[in-house]
């Protein structure tokens, strides 16, 4: 072929690469725009509801059969929306999700959920947040972020009279997760969203809030709430570093995401497992606490890794860290792992269990647009979660102010 006819055909191969990249733009950006909460319906009529919640639970009994007594969820949802019916017999996409969520949570599976997207504005005057973040420390919500920077550690006892976890219960049971500390964690995870969707603080104009120091003082604070822009402005935080290396140790560090069937997720696990000996790492601690997410058959690839000629070097230097945060995906890893001698497990129980459903499917409603998802797939196993070797608690870090890295590090792997 002559150099120019080889010039035409590149420039050809160029131009349609250019036309269906613009096209998949196009399209994904469509999609986003059509998908955005702003752009959602703000109510629907009782029929149209009534014909959602028939869908969506027809799709649930499909996918997953026998799962629950759909008839009575079913029930339960249009008694809910009809209790939130306006003067013109219509409810809101809200009140239709809130009560739809607590269908799909009712099946125990992280996979099958109501993919809710409250509407974010910039600067939204509605005051319904409080004025700190929580997070789930070995079973206590404990305040990660205030507004008073006194409180920060703090356990938060009650709400308003009630026990913190009573308190905050109607969204705990719209969590959709295993276990009830998948679920917390989960709630902790995403509380900018939960707060906004349940509206449990509105209209509260300062509740009263009992915490419990550090040093075993309790005392009481008024907490006025406070708007999502300040709120997410408190509760943001950065993403840690995916791979750490501590050369002196010769000890590498993951914070893994949760096992996915995908090429960027496969990608992750392999770059670090297969770089230890590179880098020469004598240890490696693979950090779940944080991989939560349904499970699509994921684990199967790292677990791979492990089992092949390469993993039978990394067996017994290897430590997985485990915890509430742990969704089923990395509960399959964990018990994997268990199963090859691939190291010990530290930390707390997972918050998945080994055995499972996943692999979700998603879908939409037709009248009210809502989104969600329902798991086709089951993945064997004992629905129960991961055990620990050592269980990492409060007594055991005490030493290291309830650091569970620098435990690890200094201790584990000495």
């Known amino acids: 072929m002559d150099r120019p006819a080889a010039a035409r055909k590149l420039a050809a191969a160029r131009d349609l690469a250019a036309v269906l990249a613009f096209l998949a733009l196009a399209f994904l950006g469509g999609r986003a725009l059509l998908d955005a909460p702003q752009l959602q319906k703000e109510r629907v009529s009782r029929p149209e509801a009534e014909r959602d919640i028939a869908q969506f639970f027809a799709v649930l009994e499909k996918e997953r059969p026998g799962a629950a007594d759909y008839a009575v969820l079913k029930a339960s949802a249009s008694a809910a929306v009809a209790s939130r019916l306006d003067e013109f017999s219509r409810v809101s996409v809200r009140d239709l999700a809130w009560a739809l969520a607590g269908g799909a949570a009712a099946l125990r599976d ?20 409080p004025p700190f973040s929580v997070a789930l420390r070995y079973g206590k919500f404990v305040v990660d972020a205030a507004l008073d920077p006194g409180l920060a550690g703090a356990e938060v006892l009650e709400l308003n009279g009630a026990p913190f976890r009573t308190f905050i219960a109607p969204a705990l049971a719209r969590v959709s997760g295993e276990t009830a500390p998948y679920r917390e964690y989960l709630f902790c995870r995403g509380q900018a969203a939960w707060w906004d969707f349940s509206s449990l603080l ?16 309790v005392f009481t604070r008024r907490a006025a709430p406070i708007t999502g822009w300040e709120f997410r402005r408190l509760a943001w935080r950065p993403a840690p570093p995916g791979e750490q290396f501590y050369s002196q140790k010769k000890v590498a560090w993951f914070n893994a995401p949760a096992p996915r069937a995908s090429r960027r997720g496969r990608g992750a696990w392999d770059r670090f ?4 000996e590179a880098r020469g790492m004598r240890y490696a601690v693979v950090d779940l606490r944080d991989a939560a997410g349904p499970d699509d058959g994921g684990a199967a690839y790292p677990l791979g890794l492990l089992a092949g000629p390469g993993g039978s070097g990394l067996r017994g230097r290897l430590t997985l860290l485990t915890g509430p945060g742990s969704g089923p995906a990395a509960a399959a890893f964990a018990a994997g792992f268990r199963a090859l001698g691939a190291g010990k497990i530290a930390g707390e129980a997972t918050g998945g269990t080994a055995g499972h459903y996943g692999a979700p499917k998603e879908f939409r409603l037709e009248a009210s647009g809502i989104r969600f998802s329902a798991s086709s797939r089951r993945f064997p196993g004992p629905d129960l979660p991961v055990q620990p070797d050592l269980p990492l608690t409060e007594a055991l870090l005490r030493p290291w102010r309830g650091d569970a890295r620098a435990f690890v590090l200094e201790e584990l792997l000495k």
């Open 110 to 129: 992280s996979g099958t959920a109501v993919l809710w997207r409250p509407p974010r504005r910039w600067k939204d005057p509605e005051q319904k947040y």
């Open 202 to 217: 509105a209209g509260l104009p300062a509740p009263e809030v009992r915490f419990k120091a550090r040093d075993g003082r």
């Open 273 to 276: 497992l297969r770089g230890l």
